[in-house]
């Protein structure tokens, strides 16, 4: 649950004798709940707490990216006011108590690859030391080497399927449809996620998804003077409801004028990964979920797993670990293919711009401009563009803390409020929430990052000042990939 930053990673700082000193930045996640969660160890000589925070979509795990010094650690986790290890991670008894576990490899002990074996993280906030700021020579790459790797890929996403998704263990949380609005807004926040299957008890059917686009538009239909939809209605108003209501506020109109229905888009556990990314981003949905069922009828239907491409690039990123060279794009830099949104250079009139907002903007305005420009982020930068934090359409789900959506305004609230509301007021917020890169970093970076949990997009920014350039996703990887 945690990895080095392997070679890729290191940096160096001076010691007190003068000596070069490697650290290695290091991510430690607690994936297991609670309000506030640090992590102490041998590398703080047990005392001082290092704050941890929550993922972004992923309230319930928290994480923090430390540097350490190669060699042996022992670490613990303080959850709520009580000292606790994490069993799915190494451990040992110790003075302590036990204890988690965790060995750094010296620089000279590394063997260099593209994708590091335990899917590192780094500092999301701290890039000026990023090592891709050295100006390496990178082979030049051919129109036939681009097309050579999107053909391997392809392959591989070909001959794999949706079941190997699945993981070990787990649990997939799905709602009835005749549960009130109210009630799936609070699961939804205390589950740690934004997105959850729809089923309908009376057709013995899954009949689709409720995410936080729903609750975006249920909070502006509440902001809304002429709506018929009141905060007490909400105690009744069932989510099947909302989504007929829903159907009229969209106004999908087929060519007989009359209102379209969107049918749930899903997958079968042996469906291709390919075909599973291919619904994924011709539907613009985040997850599908793989739906079974041993009836020719599709009667019995049982619900396995949500697939989304972060799971499917992880396949990726773990199959061609030890032959990355046969892929010949994971070298170049990012900002040598057409991927990601940039913001326009100057004198660019065919340029489409980037969306972002200051921190004192309204969160309204927040919702709106995820609506309008149907992207899943907006950047929340500074007066010269530099990175702040950043607004995502999941985080509309900590306003169900404490019915934090029945007290607020949403043109009186700020952005910076909105996203205080979700953290605890007694932990120091350290920038875990932003995902940044540089312009100059290899693809096999990004993605590498990008498959990490809870990790959707990354924020291009300026080496030193974090102007924001650009923004890339996940499915802007995959549509690269798979062009």
């Not at 379209?260 to 042996?270: K, N, Q, S, W």
């Not at 499917?312 to 046969?326: D, E, G, T, V």
């Not at 340029?351 to 919702?367: E, F, Q, R, V, Y």
Request: proline share 6%; hydrophobic share 40%; with cysteine.
């Amino acid at each position: 649950m945690f990895g080095g930053g392997g070679g890729n990673g290191l940096t160096n700082s001076r010691g007190a004798e003068g000596g070069d000193t490697i650290l290695v930045p290091t991510r430690f996640v607690w994936p297991h709940g609670g309000r506030r969660v640090f992590v102490s160890g041998s590398f703080t000589r047990w005392t001082n707490h290092i704050p941890m925070s929550p993922m972004e979509g992923c309230p319930t795990v928290f994480q923090v990216v430390y540097n350490l010094t190669p060699g042996y650690h022992q670490f613990k986790f303080f959850v709520d006011g009580e000292w606790r290890h994490d069993e799915h991670q190494p451990f040992v008894s110790g003075n302590y108590g036990v204890v988690n576990t965790i060995f750094l490899p010296s620089e000279s002990d590394m063997v260099p690859t593209f994708f590091s074996p335990e899917m590192p993280g780094r500092s999301n906030m701290d890039v000026d030391n990023d090592p891709f700021l050295r100006v390496e020579r990178v082979p030049a790459i051919t129109q036939n080497d681009i097309e050579l790797s999107r053909h391997r890929i392809s392959m591989f996403l070909a001959m794999h399927n949706a079941y190997e998704l699945l993981p070990d263990s787990g649990k997939v949380i799905a709602l009835d449809v005749n549960l009130p609005v109210k009630q799936a807004f609070h699961i939804l926040y205390e589950q740690g996620i934004s997105v959850a299957p729809l089923w309908d008890f009376r057709n013995g059917q899954f009949v689709g998804v409720l995410s936080a686009l729903d609750f975006i538009m249920i909070l502006q239909e509440l902001g809304n003077h002429g709506s018929n939809l009141t905060e007490e209605e909400l105690e009744t108003h069932s989510i099947s409801a909302w989504k007929e209501g829903k159907l009229n506020l969209m106004r999908q109109i087929d060519g007989n004028l009359r209102p379209y229905r969107r049918r749930l888009v899903h997958a079968g556990p042996y469906d291709s990964l390919k075909d599973v990314a291919v619904k994924i981003l011709e539907n613009k949905v985040a997850t599908v979920p793989i739906i079974h069922s041993s009836s020719q009828d599709g009667s019995f239907p049982q619900l396995l797993h949500l697939a989304s491409l972060s799971g499917i690039l992880k396949c990726i990123c773990r199959h061609f670990r030890h032959s990355s060279s046969s892929l010949p794009i994971l070298q170049q830099p990012i900002s040598s293919f057409p991927l990601g949104t940039w913001v326009p250079k100057i004198g660019d009139s065919d340029g489409k711009p980037l969306a972002m907002l200051s921190s004192n903007a309204s969160l309204n305005a927040a919702l709106s401009l995820l609506v309008q420009a149907e992207v899943s982020s907006i950047p929340i930068v500074d007066e010269n563009d530099s990175l702040q934090d950043i607004y995502c359409r999941s985080d509309i789900t900590a306003l169900a803390k404490d019915r934090a959506y029945a007290q607020i305004q949403l043109n009186e609230l700020s952005i910076q409020e909105a996203l205080q509301l979700g953290q605890d007021a007694n932990a120091p917020y350290n920038g875990q929430r932003c995902q940044m890169c540089l312009p100059s970093d290899p693809l096999h970076k990004v993605m590498e990052r990008l498959a990490l949990p809870g990790v959707r997009r990354l924020v291009i920014v300026e080496a030193g000042s974090k102007r924001v350039e650009g923004i890339i996703s996940l499915s802007d990887v995959f549509k690269f990939l798979l062009d």
